[in-house]
């Protein structure tokens, strides 16, 4: 955390004062930007899980017990990201594998035989216990201005937009409809086309520059 706040402050090291060493001094500003990069995986760290594995588990524990191929589906992710991350989780005790019913595996080759034949089911191990973080302070337990706040002046303003997802369908649709010929508008009204083909197949087009002189000799060029 605090190499991540030094990292930040020494950006915006034109903005920040200085002490009479002439050193960055670090505001509220780059304890607000660090923790929102590094709040997850401190979470992680301190055997939290991260919103992307509650989010599978969540799926997990409302099937109750799934196969990774349907988990793979449900998630609308490759099997082979399901394959990585399920195996971890085992490994951490947090999944278990198990057959139909719900039993696990009495040895490796029962459950390399149920993996094979399409057998295997993940259930979350029934030892596993959600651990709650408590997590690092924010910006308003530091200061308790009400800026800093919940929906506050400054907390928006520093807001890095990380949970923020691009929704690509939305940015598609509007390229398909000013690169598609006969679409010149998106309303119902009547279609152009508004790519013309040119009647002289011959007639040239300048791209890069409309200088016609002596070509540059760039090995010999005086700057």
């Known amino acids: 955390m605090m190499v991540v706040i030094q990292a930040i402050a020494c950006f915006y090291q034109m903005q920040r004062k200085k002490d009479e060493m002439g050193r960055v ?33 969540k799926v997990i524990k409302e ?42 595996f009495g040895n ?16 979350i191990s029934d030892d596993y216990t959600p651990i709650n973080v408590a997590g690092l302070p924010t910006p308003f337990n530091l200061t308790g201005d009400p800026k800093w706040n ?7 303003k520093y807001d890095l937009e990380l949970k923020i997802k691009p929704e690509p369908d939305k940015v598609f649709s509007g390229v398909k409809e000013v690169i598609t010929p006969n679409l010149n508008t998106s309303e119902d009204k009547e279609p152009v086309n508004n790519i013309h083909n040119s009647e002289n197949e011959r007639t040239g087009v300048k791209v890069f520059t409309h200088y016609e002189g002596k070509a540059i000799d760039f090995e010999n060029f005086q700057f």
């Open 108 to 123: 490796e080759r029962d459950l390399k035989k149920a993996k094979h034949s399409g057998n295997a089911y993940l259930r």
């Open 25 to 57: 001094v670090a505001e509220i500003p780059d304890h607000w930007m660090a923790l929102q990069i590094v709040h997850e995986a401190f979470k992680e760290n301190l055997g939290d899980q991260s919103k992307h594995t509650e989010e599978r588990l």
């Open 63 to 104: 099937a109750v017990m799934v196969k990774p191929k349907d988990l793979a589906k449900k998630l609308g992710v490759s099997g082979s990201a399901v394959s990585g991350w399920s195996n971890k989780k085992v490994q951490e005790g947090v999944l278990v594998w198990c057959d139909s019913i719900g039993e696990t």
């Open 150 to 156: 919940e929906g506050g002046e400054c907390l928006l």
